[in-house]
């Protein structure tokens, strides 16, 4: 049985602080993602500016889930065209035309903030542009879901109608989950599903939806570096992430920044 938990308004607080610092490490390397850089030195970037200017942690840097993964080697996860998670930086250099996620997760004051965004590297082609903004959709259509009462089965059903309408595809092997004082929580977030299904929200969950979309088939494939997910088909695929706290009468996004991309008109923000 899953432990939901859920949060008090001294969590609320200190969440919003650590979501706020993953979100401007976005913000903050954007600049730096042109053709020719590596991801190990955008990998390093970050470190340095969550370690050095946040006084925080990287909270992927070493976490092991399970004891039979390796721990994880880098900072952030750097997932280029048909990886669709968990790419680990190197240091081969982007391509003009590449996608990428970028997924960072900072801790700080005993709690985790994650969020992730894709990036554009040079000139990129309409059908890349074309999933990238299917999938910033879908992740918002899920959003829209959030309220205390909804059920986790309508985010996952609001995220899969638009993706599927559009001639894509949603991975199932991975999931949104609880965020806090742990990296991963119980709660297991599915981008996919029945409306009226699955756990029922309550205000003060807070978790992340992250949807995984394909450009061609959902299936994957596993890198033999034991983290690294792939499409099966070579296709591309794509992903965004927000870390969402339930309330009363609907969401707070708490990963929102000043440079991330407008938000769709579909969503109406309820401020604090």
């Given at each position: 049985?899953?432990?939901?938990?859920?949060?008090?308004?001294?969590?609320?607080?200190?969440?919003?602080?650590s979501?706020?610092?993953?979100?401007?490490?976005?913000?903050?390397?954007?600049?730096?993602?042109?053709?020719?850089?590596t991801?190990?030195?955008?990998?390093?970037?970050?470190?340095?500016?969550?370690?050095?200017?946040?006084?925080a942690?990287?909270?992927?840097?070493?976490?092991?889930?399970?004891?039979?993964?390796?721990?994880?080697?880098?900072?952030?996860?750097?997932?280029i065209?048909?990886?669709?998670?968990?790419?680990?930086?190197?240091?081969?250099?982007?391509?003009?035309?590449?996608?990428?996620?970028?997924?960072?997760?900072?801790?700080?004051?005993?709690?985790?903030?994650?969020?992730s965004?894709?990036?554009?590297?040079?000139?990129?082609?309409?059908?890349?542009?074309?999933?990238?903004?299917?999938?910033?959709?879908?992740?918002?259509?899920?959003?829209n879901q959030?309220?205390?009462?909804?059920?986790?089965?309508?985010?996952?059903?609001?995220?899969?109608?638009?993706?599927?309408?559009?001639?894509?595809?949603?991975?199932?092997?991975?999931?949104g989950?609880?965020?806090?004082?742990?990296?991963?929580?119980?709660?297991?977030?599915?981008?996919?599903?029945?409306a009226?299904?699955?756990?029922?929200?309550?205000?003060?969950?807070?978790?992340?939806?992250?949807?995984?979309?394909?450009?061609?088939?959902r299936?994957?494939?596993?890198?033999?570096?034991?983290?690294?997910?792939?499409?099966?088909?070579?296709?591309?695929?794509?992903?965004?992430?927000?870390?969402?706290?339930?309330?009363d009468?609907?969401?707070e996004?708490?990963?929102?920044?000043?440079?991330m991309?407008?938000?769709?008109?579909?969503?109406?923000?309820?401020?604090?």
């Amino acid at each position: 049985m899953a432990t939901i938990i859920i949060k008090n308004q001294q969590d609320i607080e200190y969440m919003r602080i650590s979501c706020k610092l993953a979100a401007e490490v976005l913000d903050y390397i954007h600049p730096f993602i042109k053709p020719g850089i590596t991801t190990n030195e955008i990998d390093k970037l970050c470190y340095d500016y969550i370690v050095n200017v946040q006084k925080a942690y990287p909270s992927p840097l070493n976490y092991q889930p399970d004891p039979k993964y390796t721990p994880y080697p880098k900072s952030t996860c750097t997932s280029i065209n048909s990886e669709i998670c968990h790419g680990i930086p190197n240091d081969k250099p982007l391509k003009d035309g590449d996608i990428m996620n970028l997924d960072i997760t900072v801790y700080k004051n005993g709690y985790h903030g994650d969020t992730s965004r894709m990036f554009y590297v040079g000139n990129v082609t309409p059908q890349a542009k074309r999933l990238c903004n299917i999938t910033y959709e879908c992740m918002w259509y899920g959003i829209n879901q959030v309220k205390a009462g909804n059920y986790l089965g309508d985010v996952g059903n609001a995220i899969q109608k638009h993706a599927e309408k559009n001639g894509y595809s949603v991975v199932q092997e991975f999931c949104g989950h609880g965020v806090g004082k742990v990296f991963h929580e119980d709660l297991q977030v599915l981008h996919y599903g029945k409306a009226k299904t699955g756990e029922k929200l309550q205000a003060g969950m807070i978790f992340t939806i992250e949807p995984m979309i394909n450009q061609g088939k959902r299936h994957v494939r596993f890198l033999s570096n034991g983290w690294t997910a792939v499409t099966k088909d070579r296709g591309l695929s794509a992903q965004w992430e927000h870390t969402v706290l339930v309330t009363d009468t609907g969401f707070e996004v708490l990963t929102i920044s000043d440079k991330m991309p407008a938000i769709p008109s579909f969503i109406k923000i309820e401020s604090k």
